[in-house]
Each structure stands twice: as C-alpha cells, then as structure tokens.
C-alpha cells in the first residue's frame, strides 16, 4: 500500500484560516481594523511577510479591505446580505413591522435561549452594559439614541448564543431591526405605562440570562415581544377609531358650511 505524503500547509494559510475563524465568530467585526503586521506577526509568531501573503490571500476573498496609508479593516459591508434597496422597501411597508416583530419571536428567542446557556462572564458583563445604555437613553429622552442601544443589546445576547449563523442574520437584518425598534417606540412612548411594562420585560429577559436560565430567557423574550405586538396592534386601532371620528366631524362641517 501507498500513501499519500501529507502536506504541511504554508505559514500564510494558517494566519489565514486563523483570521476567518476570528471573522466568522464575530470577534474580527465589519469595518474594525486589524492591528498593524508588526504586531500581527509578533502575536502569531511568524514573520511580517508570511502575515502579509495571509492578508493579501483574505483581500482577494474580499474578507478585508486595504486602505491607502490607513490600515487593513474587515470589510465593512460582509454582513450585509440584503441589499440597501430592499431594506428600504421592507422598512416602508407598514405591514412588514408586524411581521418582522412575529420574525424577531424566533430569532431573539432563540438568541435569548442559547445565551443563557452558553454565555460566560465577559457576554453578561457586555449586555448589562448595553441595558444601562438604553436606560440611558431613555432617561433623556432620545428616542434614536434608546433604538441604537436595543440594536448593541441584540447584538450583544446574539453574540453570546455562540450560533454563527444565528449572528450573520442579525447583523444582516440590523438596518432593518433598529428601524422597527425606532418606529416602535415612536408608537409605545405615547403611554408611559407601556414604556415601564417594555422596559421592565427587558429587565427580566437580561435577569434570566445573566442567571443563566434559558427556558425563561426565552420565554421572557416572547412576553415581551407579545406585549409589543399586541400593544402596537391596540394603538393602531385606536389610531383608525380616531381618524375615523376625524372624518365623521369634518362632513358634519363640510355639511353645515
């Protein structure tokens, strides 16, 4: 019998396959930078030149992008797999923020779930630190600012899931969450009881996953989607009874005049 001789992969190829995986597990993210290849090479170990092929290689997979006197990034746009002129359609179709708040029952669920179980001290520690900044946010008041702290805190249990692929469609979806999440406050911030019920729903979701119990993290996350779903169903309503009233009082005038 003969055997194949094995062939020990080139210096380059392991750097390179070392920087997808820190890539597709989301520690490389779209448009950081990657430090310089001095100190690339002295954290791997290996010569600048064998640092520079493995980018070189990744450039031409488009997984990063060179700029002229400005360093070497992930390529910002890697995640976005829907195309700007969609998510501008979907974002304009009214219809379309209910079902992306019934999509996010699977998704955040899902992410709150494996969070729970997987998660280790660093993952809590980062998403009690974006539910103060929503807190934050919204103690002043700014509604965009409070919209881009949810979409960090999704972001940051998604990561903690440890699921790549569950994070790809995340951080696809992103333009498009952040935008509901933004229409969706500008709809629950005109009660403030139903700021306090959403914000206090967050709370037990964050609770659950820090302590490390997934069935209720995942089933605190679908009561507070609910919640929201039927609340934003209620103030539509609400919103069609007074238009109408609206009309009916306009003839009466239109009538008289």
């Known amino acids: 019998m003969t055997y194949k001789r094995i062939r020990q992969p080139k210096l380059c190829e392991a750097i390179e396959k070392e920087l997808e995986c820190l890539i597709v597990e989301g520690t490389l993210s779209p448009g950081q930078q990657l430090p310089p290849e001095r100190e690339l ?109 949810v979409m960090q805190y999704l972001i940051a249990v998604t990561e903690s899931a440890h699921n790549v692929v569950l994070l790809h469609i995340i951080r696809s979806l992103a333009p498009l969450l952040e935008q509901n999440v933004l229409q969706n406050f500008e709809y629950l911030n005109r ?21 490390k119990q997934p069935i209720k993290a995942r089933e605190a996350s679908h009561a507070h989607l609910a919640y929201i779903e039927e609340t934003l169903l209620d103030l539509s309503r609400e919103d069609s009874r007074r238009q109408r009233s609206l009309r009916r009082i306009q003839q009466r005038k239109d009538g008289l005049d």
């Not at 219809?95 to 779930?113: I, M, P, S």
């Open 41 to 149: 090479a002295k954290q791997f170990d290996v010569s600048r030149p064998s640092v520079r092929e493995a980018i070189q290689r990744l450039e031409a997979k488009h997984l990063l992008t060179r700029r002229q006197g400005g360093g070497t990034f992930v390529t910002e746009k890697l995640w976005k797999s829907f195309s700007e002129p969609l998510l501008d359609l979907l974002a304009a179709h009214p219809e379309t923020q209910l079902d992306l708040v019934e999509a996010r029952h699977a998704l955040e669920g899902l992410a709150a779930y494996y969070a729970a179980l997987r998660g280790n001290d660093d993952d809590f520690n980062r998403i009690k630190d974006c539910h103060v900044r929503i807190q934050q946010a919204q103690q002043q008041g700014d509604l965009a600012a409070e919209a881009t702290a």
């Open 191 to 211: 009660h403030q009881a139903v700021v306090d019920k959403v914000s206090k729903h967050r709370a037990n979701i964050v609770e659950a996953i820090v302590s």
